[in-house]
């Protein structure tokens, strides 16, 4: 049934309850699975280009980096595995790649917020689930 699932993931308990669901999908069906992490860095766009805002890119990029190594045990359940980091809007990325790439499943964790944090910081599961051209499984 499913060929490609995106997983976004950003190294919490919600992201890693996804990857569970993702592996036994891609399991069943035979998918290979791409692994996302997004890189927020808006808040620092726009401001001088000095050593502290390189390294503090460079801190964020590593942090990508490293919630993606949790993927590479998955080709050896005989998962095909690809890594993908990009920067930006979290929601935004995720619906990105997932064109590009013509995924047929998105397996997310949800943010975990609610009340006034979710209201403030919107939910980028929301605005995958309502933006997205294939299905969307979110885990709570």
């Known amino acids: 049934m499913y060929k490609k699932i995106l997983i976004p993931t950003d190294g919490s308990e919600f992201a890693k309850k996804a990857q569970k669901h993702a592996l036994f999908l891609a399991k069943i069906s035979g998918a290979s699975i791409i692994a996302v992490s997004v890189t927020e860095n808006n808040f620092v766009?726009?401001?001088p280009l000095d050593d502290e805002?390189?390294?503090?890119n460079q801190i964020l990029n590593e942090r990508s980096e490293e919630n993606?190594?949790?993927?590479?045990?998955?080709n050896e359940d005989g998962v095909e595995v690809t890594h993908i980091i990009k920067e930006g809007s979290p929601a935004r990325a995720i619906l990105e790649v997932a064109?590009?790439?013509n995924v047929?499943?998105?397996v997310m964790g949800s943010s975990g917020k609610s009340g006034f944090d979710r209201f403030i910081m919107g939910s980028v599961a929301d605005?995958?689930?309502n933006?997205?051209?294939?299905?969307?499984?979110?885990v709570h």
């Open 45 to 47: 766009n726009g401001l």
């Open 53 to 56: 805002i390189y390294q503090l």
């Open 68 to 74: 993606l190594k949790e993927f590479d045990k998955l």
């Open 99 to 101: 064109n590009d790439e």
């Open 104 to 106: 047929d499943l998105i």
């Open 127 to 129: 605005k995958v689930v």
């Open 131 to 138: 933006s997205a051209k294939c299905a969307v499984l979110v």
